[in-house]
């Protein structure tokens, strides 16, 4: 009676493992990187991880942007998290070789405000908000590489601690940008 009772409990364990292993084959939920077809995306069982953001900004954010359009007027526009291959460009010059891996380094990586004239679309000015996560190591190097290309480029960029964007301290601390447009 006990080898039987063992043997049925086997071949239940053996069942209930290749049901779930025909069933996981059948999924395409489980999907490694590089094997995305972009043709299957209609397919139903297609994967896609992405959920709708509650928000766009963060709190500090929000406040910065709201205050820097009152700030600003109707003399400027006020982009939020602009790409920064948006603002750069990479120079028709350079060695095609490389041109991928420059771009890869700037398109990844994004400014929290952009500010340009609203007539010509000109930018002037950009602004990052220092927060807490500005502190982490990754984080402190591509704030020096993204330093380093405004500064080569001349093109103002412009830091805000978390707290630091009252309308009044906005406008003495960006006039001087302003005041050269």
Do not use: C
């Not at 602004?127 to 001349?154: A, C, P, Q, T, Y």
């Amino acid at each position: 009676m006990g080898v039987y009772l063992i043997m049925q409990s086997i071949v239940i364990i053996l069942v209930i493992g290749i049901l779930y292993l025909w069933l996981r084959s059948k999924s395409n939920i489980e999907v490694k990187e590089g094997e995305l077809d972009e043709k299957d995306v209609s397919n139903p069982n297609y994967y896609l991880p992405y959920r709708l953001r509650e928000t766009v900004m963060s709190n500090h954010e929000r406040l910065l942007f709201e205050n820097l359009r009152v700030v600003l007027g109707l003399n400027y526009d006020v982009y939020p998290q602009v790409n920064l291959d948006k603002i750069f460009r990479i120079e028709r010059q350079s060695a095609y070789k490389y041109y991928l891996g420059w771009l890869r380094r700037i398109n990844q990586k994004s400014v929290d405000f952009l500010i340009v004239n609203k007539g010509t679309q000109s930018p002037v000015f950009a602004i990052e908000l220092d927060d807490s996560s500005h502190e982490e190591e990754d984080r402190i190097d591509r704030d020096k590489f993204v330093g380093e290309l405004f500064k080569r480029n001349n093109f103002p960029l412009v830091r805000f601690n978390p707290g630091q964007y009252e309308i009044e301290e906005l406008k003495i601390v960006l006039n001087k940008y302003l005041n050269k447009f």
